[in-house]
């Protein structure tokens, strides 16, 4: 009595998937194991993007995902490229982050690049804005320029060039990568972990200065200077 009554049980199942337009595909453990994401082998690192100053190199990856095609009616692996997989499809890493020998802001040497262009009917001479709002509405990896001697601002580029400077505070450093703000460690290297400890030494524990509290007293002459 059992036996018949699991083999009507089995008989309502597999009729109520055909009225469905499904069929039971029964897998194997390794094609169970195929399913997922998968991240390709990581391209060659890019050549630098400044030669001092401190640039960027990058490299990049695709990922693959196999999934259960259950269309065919067979229920076979299908591949899809460019999933989104956990992880990250772009790496970068700081290189020639030796001083330049010339002192020129790189900024500024990429907005005097448009200085040839003709502007409103004249030429002007580009200098670069780097203020923010804020609303943080102006993105300090775009090239914004403004005219010297005017009052207004212009993008004159989406994205500066990789391994432009990003932030104003020399405590927490940070480059232009693709068009994005990446923070640096004191050692000048992309994503380190190595900070100014409170006494302005990188990688510091602050055991290298100590404060002192106290009145401090000192004279001024008529041209503002110490005494």
């Known amino acids: 009595m059992r036996q018949r009554f699991g083999f009507s049980c089995l008989l309502l199942t597999v009729t109520l998937l055909m009225l469905q337009g499904q069929a039971a595909v029964i897998r194997s453990s390794e094609q169970q194991a195929e399913i997922g994401l998968y991240w390709g082998p990581w391209s060659a690192w890019t ?17 693959t995902c196999l999934v259960d095609d259950s269309s065919d009616g067979e229920g076979s692996l299908a591949q899809k490229n460019d999933v989104l997989c956990p992880g990250n499809s772009r790496e970068y890493r700081s290189c020639n982050i030796q001083p330049c020998k010339d002192s020129t802001d790189f900024r500024e040497l990429q907005c005097s690049l448009f200085n040839s262009e003709v502007y409103l009917g004249k030429h002007l001479d580009w200098l670069p804005y780097t203020h923010h709002d804020n609303n943080n509405t102006i993105n300090p990896c775009a090239l914004n320029c403004y005219p010297d001697g005017e009052d207004f601002y212009r993008t004159l580029s989406e994205s500066v060039i990789d391994g432009t400077p990003c932030s104003d505070n020399p405590l927490n450093p940070a480059v232009c990568a693709d068009g994005n703000c990446l923070e640096m460690g004191c050692d000048g290297q992309i994503n380190s972990s190595l900070r100014y400890d409170e006494c302005g030494v990188c990688g510091g524990n602050g055991s290298s200065c100590f404060s002192h509290e106290g009145k401090y007293n000192y004279t001024v002459n008529a041209k503002g200077k110490d005494c």
């Open 47 to 63: 050549n630098c993007s400044r030669p001092c100053g401190g640039g960027v190199e990058k490299r990049t990856r695709t990922s």
